[in-house]
């Protein structure tokens, strides 16, 4: 909940500026405006054709109807929005969004054309517990259930603990490998190797230009879902040039 459609133009444009064709040719990136300001953006990037893809925050699973408030699939769709955030760790811990509805949001968003980047982490409670594969898997399982093995195949899981959720805490390098491991190995499980190896999974939680090339450069991380650091473009692009050296 951050930057007006103003504010967002202006972080839109100098993202942009600061970032290179080699950039854009190594790496995928996608900006994820609040919805006041997704139609602003979403010009911005199509009248200075700048290959970022737009992405929305969150979506309902509904494709219209009394749902006051809520954003739906064909909405963010007709705005060519590409990517949109499911089950954000805050979402699931401060509204109170179940797998069920996670599972939804997944299947509405790829139903309306988008690719769904599916959140999924576990509490400090549960990783002191030991218990955060078993959480982390039980939830990609949750998300995934009855989805295509090419949807799958197609879509972005990220792991983000939530007790790295905005604590300027992050993962240990060999930990954000070792749980998108144990990803890979859940989705292979499910849906089989082709969509192991072809679903990204991304790492996300205090995610900065300091410590982006350490958390990326596990095998089995193939991104990252960055936070309050992108609300700086420099820092933002300093990710992205990171993501471009591994």
Same mark, same amino acid.
């Given at each position: ?18 970032? +290179? ?41 509904? /494709? ?53 980047? @599916? @959140? ?18 039980? /939830? ?17 899981? &990220? ?11 992050? &993962? ?31 790492? +996300? ?35 992205? #040039?990171?993501? #471009?050296?591994?």
């Amino acid at each position: 909940m951050h930057l007006t459609h103003l504010e967002a133009i202006a972080v839109t444009q100098k993202l942009a500026a600061s970032l +290179g064709r080699d950039d854009y040719a190594e790496v995928d990136v996608s900006i994820h405006p609040a919805f006041t300001a997704l139609r602003s953006v979403q010009t911005t990037l199509e009248s200075d054709h700048l290959p970022i893809a737009l992405g929305a925050q969150n979506v309902h699973w509904e /494709q219209q109807g009394a749902v006051t408030g809520e954003i739906s699939p064909p909405m963010l769709a007709k705005l060519n929005v590409s990517y949109v955030i499911v089950g954000h760790s805050e979402r699931r811990h401060l509204l109170g969004e179940t797998d069920e509805m996670v599972h939804k949001k997944v299947t509405a968003t790829l139903a309306a054309g988008m690719i769904p980047i @599916c @959140c999924v982490g576990e509490t400090l409670e549960q990783r002191e517990a030991g218990e955060s594969t078993e959480v982390v898997v039980g /939830q990609v399982a949750a998300a995934l259930d009855g989805v295509a093995p090419d949807a799958v195949a197609g879509l972005v899981l &990220a792991y983000e603990p939530v007790w790295a959720i905005g604590t300027g805490r992050n &993962a240990h390098p060999d930990d954000a490998q070792s749980m998108a491991a144990a990803v890979r190995a859940a989705v292979a499980g499910s849906h089989g190797p082709d969509a192991a190896q072809r679903v990204r999974i991304q790492y +996300g939680g205090s995610v900065n230009p300091d410590n982006a090339a350490e958390l990326l450069a596990g095998p089995d991380v193939d991104g990252a879902l960055v936070g309050g650091a992108s609300l700086d473009p420099t820092k933002l692009a300093a990710v992205v #040039r990171a993501a #471009r050296g591994l």
